[in-house]
């Protein structure tokens, strides 16, 4: 089968042909035995009007004949120009002939068993004669409509009257009736099948245009989106949800893009040193104490190249909005008291004391217990609580309080130190990633991606920080994570 007949415009317009067709033709066959119908109910029904008139016209004329035994021969006929085109003829109760029209000559109706056996009050008798058993009253080819009324009075014998008429002009009209439906049905299965195609070709003209724009795509070109057409259709919804996954598309391939740029502007350093040392080595003949050296700087470099290609891993993953990995209740007075912990040798070296506030546990209040992965949210606090050591000036505490909001149904971390603060206009950049921001007049240690990787880390798991000065001198941390429903 050719491609263009298997489309989905052909196929929904062949369904839409294939329904509206047998409805409409459904419909047309009903009119037209509904229209055949009454067409020969109304013949039916004017030939008994017929039937019953002629009754009332030669009843009293017949009785004459009825009452007189042997039946004498009538000094006239039954006079056939009051009812031109009808044949009837008169029976008494035993069936025998009475008198006929002139225009069935010699011919008698057909009297059967069924009609000799109607009785006063049953109604008429109404039977059709087929062109065999017509021809020899018609003469030629051709049928009748035969009703036989029964008729008893109190003054006269009863007797049958027999009232035919051809049924030409009826049939004649069914005919045309026929033909004219012949007509009608193709010609309204061609509308709905025309019909059909337009629709279908109009019902995905969207889709179309949808596959067009998307095809026109490329990594240079993921800014562009499909224009959403007016209204609240499927169409709509599609065109939406295209253009939102075009947004994590480019949101993926951005991020895949900073972390190559990123990978490739931070590894240069120590990749540099490395091979720097390493040429000044193949120089001239070194000491073992010059060779122990450049291991430990090889090492001291390779740890930081570790550790900065898991600081863009995880950037990448939280810019390319990847679920996380594993999502564990974890309680954040344990995890502040840990992180403390592993930070107090570094403040003890830089005689600055660390003061955990945890939250308190109360039957009223929750626990600070939220989902996510304890691994990545203790680099957070690791991260922010070295932060504040090196920025902390000697003998200074560093707060670090976990509270819950009960109302707003989250808990929050917040790391207090005595720094000098951030300047206000920069207060924006702090979690751009390499942005070091100069507390002090000192600059920061480190490749500036502590604070972006801490905000990337909060946002995977639905949460926000944010960062002030404090009125009284230093700076504040404040990263807020929603609290863990209860199983």
């Keep these: 089968m050719l491609p263009r007949f298997r489309t989905l415009r052909l196929k929904l317009a062949l369904l839409n042909l294939l329904v509206f067709g047998v409805i409409f033709t459904a419909l047309s066959?009903?009119?037209?035995?509904?229209?055949?119908?009454?067409?020969?109910?109304?013949?039916?029904?004017?030939?008994?009007?017929?039937?019953?008139?002629?009754?009332?016209?030669?009843?009293?004329?017949?009785?004459?004949w009825l009452l007189t035994e042997?039946?004498?021969?009538?000094?006239?006929?039954?006079?056939?120009?009051?009812?031109?085109?009808y044949y009837f003829q008169l029976r008494d109760v035993d069936g025998r002939s009475l008198e006929r029209s002139a225009n069935l000559l010699s011919n008698d109706?057909?009297?059967?068993?069924?009609?000799?056996?109607?009785?006063?009050?049953?109604?008429p008798l109404l039977e059709t004669l087929a062109e065999k058993a017509a021809r020899p009253i018609l003469g030629s080819a051709g049928r009748l409509q035969l009703i036989t009324l029964y008729q008893e009075e109190l003054d006269t014998p009863p007797f049958f009257l027999q009232v035919a008429h051809r049924l030409d002009r009826v049939e004649q009209a069914i005919h045309q009736l026929r033909r004219l439906f012949m007509i009608v049905i193709p010609a309204g299965l061609g509308l709905v099948g025309g019909a059909s195609w337009w629709m279908a070709r109009r019902s995905l003209a969207p889709i179309r245009r949808i596959a067009r724009e998307t095809r026109e795509l490329t990594?240079?070109?993921?800014?562009?989106?499909?224009?959403?057409?007016?209204g609240r259709d499927e169409v709509v919804e599609m065109t939406?949800?295209?253009?939102?996954?075009?947004?994590?598309?480019?949101?993926?391939?951005?991020?895949?893009?900073?972390?190559?740029?990123?990978?490739?502007?931070?590894?240069?350093?120590?990749?540099?040193?490395?091979?720097t040392g390493a040429q000044l080595l193949r120089q001239k003949e070194r000491t073992p104490e010059e060779y122990d050296r450049f291991v430990a700087d090889l090492q001291d470099q390779l740890r930081q190249v570790s550790r900065l290609i898991d600081s863009l891993l995880t950037l990448a993953r939280a810019d390319a909005g990847f679920p996380l990995a594993k999502a564990l209740p974890v309680n954040l007075n344990e995890l502040v008291t840990e992180a403390t912990q592993q930070c107090e040798p570094l403040a003890s070296h830089r005689e600055v004391r660390l003061v955990p506030r945890l939250a308190p546990l109360a039957d009223e209040a929750p626990e600070p217990v939220v989902s996510g992965?304890?691994?990545?949210?203790?680099a957070v606090l690791d991260n922010l609580i070295r932060n504040a050591i090196r920025h902390s000036p000697v003998e200074e505490a560093i707060e670090i309080e976990v509270k819950t909001d009960q109302d707003k149904h989250r808990a929050c971390v917040a790391i207090r130190d005595r720094g000098p603060g951030i300047p206000p206009a920069q207060m924006e950049q702090v979690f751009e990633r390499f942005f070091q921001a100069p507390r002090g007049g000192e600059t920061s240690e480190g490749a500036g991606?502590?604070?972006?990787?801490?905000?990337?880390?909060v946002s995977l798991h639905g949460g926000s920080i944010h960062v002030a000065n404090r009125p009284?001198?230093?700076?504040?941390?404040?990263?807020?994570?929603?609290?863990?429903?209860?199983?």
């Design 70 to 85: 042997p039946r004498p021969q009538p000094r006239t006929r039954l006079n056939p120009f009051r009812f031109p085109g």
């Design 109 to 123: 109706l057909p009297f059967s068993a069924q009609a000799r056996s109607i009785r006063f009050g049953e109604g």
């Design 219 to 230: 990594a240079a070109r993921l800014d562009r989106r499909i224009p959403v057409p007016p």
């Design 472 to 487: 009284d001198g230093g700076c504040e941390f404040t990263l807020q994570l929603p609290l863990r429903l209860p199983d």
């Design 373 to 378: 992965d304890p691994t990545l949210l203790r």
């Design 240 to 275: 939406t949800t295209v253009n939102q996954m075009l947004d994590r598309l480019q949101k993926a391939f951005l991020a895949q893009e900073r972390f190559i740029a990123d990978a490739s502007h931070e590894l240069k350093t120590p990749l540099a040193v490395v091979l």
């Design 449 to 457: 991606l502590g604070l972006a990787i801490a905000k990337g880390v």
């Design 29 to 64: 066959v009903l009119v037209m035995a509904v229209r055949e119908r009454q067409l020969r109910e109304d013949f039916d029904e004017r030939l008994t009007d017929k039937a019953e008139s002629m009754i009332d016209v030669i009843g009293h004329d017949a009785r004459d």
